[in-house]
């Protein structure tokens, strides 16, 4: 079993920054990616970005890719999500997950944690 807490989330305006953190702990040796992914109310949850244990590979979602940035993992079992250039659609619940396996399905991911509220607006 893998615990996962998420923590940063909170309200800013369009075009700020925010640094979301996923703390990984339990039995980390059965997980070797962490990705990210949101849902904001009525839709599917949605990816966001991955990135594997060891930070060689990482992978984002078209929407983000170029004002997110996924790192950390590792030695500190801790993974960042820096978002810049925020913007209204980025609103949403962001949860960390994490699997044996590099995939960018929520289906595919068992281990999630309890989400954390990024609010964009002015």
């Known amino acids: 079993q893998v615990q996962l807490v998420e923590s940063g989330g909170g309200l800013v305006q369009p075009g700020g920054s925010l640094r979301l953190s996923c703390a990984a702990s339990?039995?980390?040796?059965?997980?070797?990616?962490v990705g990210w992914f949101r849902q904001s109310p009525g839709k599917e949850r949605e990816f966001v970005a991955l990135i594997n244990w060891s930070g060689s590979i990482t992978f984002y979602a078209d929407s983000v890719k170029g004002r997110f940035t996924i790192s950390g993992y590792n030695a500190k079992s801790t993974v960042y999500l820096q978002m810049n250039d925020l913007k209204p659609e980025d609103t949403a619940v962001y949860y960390c997950a994490a699997r044996y396996g590099s995939s960018s399905v929520a289906h595919e991911y068992r281990n999630w944690g309890q989400g954390t509220q990024v609010t964009v607006s002015s």
């Open positions: 339990g039995d980390i040796s059965s997980i070797n990616t």
